[in-house]
């Protein structure tokens, strides 16, 4: 099922910076406190639930602000273009 360019961009963008310092998805998983599940789910576009709270906690554990990441997510939408 697609959910959607939002959520798959999304995805993306978490999973570039997860690998952008060398964490597999497992570790980020258990420094966030978040399932490996949801995360895997994330990445791939589905959306799973994904409070605030959680957002929050994987910022932190990849060492950025939720601002900064969500500024990543914005910039990958505007360079596909979609608003």
């Known amino acids: 099922m697609e959910y959607g360019p939002h959520l798959k961009a999304f995805g993306t963008t978490l999973k570039e910076c ?3 310092r060398g964490m597999s998805r497992e570790e980020l ?5 978040v399932p490996v599940a949801t995360l895997a ?3 791939g576009g589905i959306p799973d639930g994904l ?3 959680e957002f929050c906690r994987i910022a932190q554990a990849l060492t950025v602000s939720p601002c900064e990441l969500m ?3 914005e910039r990958s939408v505007r ?5």
Not at 29 to 33: F, H, L, Q, T
Not at 79 to 83: D, G, I, L, S
């Open 18 to 20: 997860r690998s952008q």
């Open 79 to 83: 360079q596909a273009r979609w608003w």
């Open 41 to 43: 789910a994330v990445e």
């Open 71 to 73: 500024k990543r997510y």
């Open 29 to 33: 998983a258990k420094r966030a406190n």
């Open 51 to 53: 409070g605030l709270a």
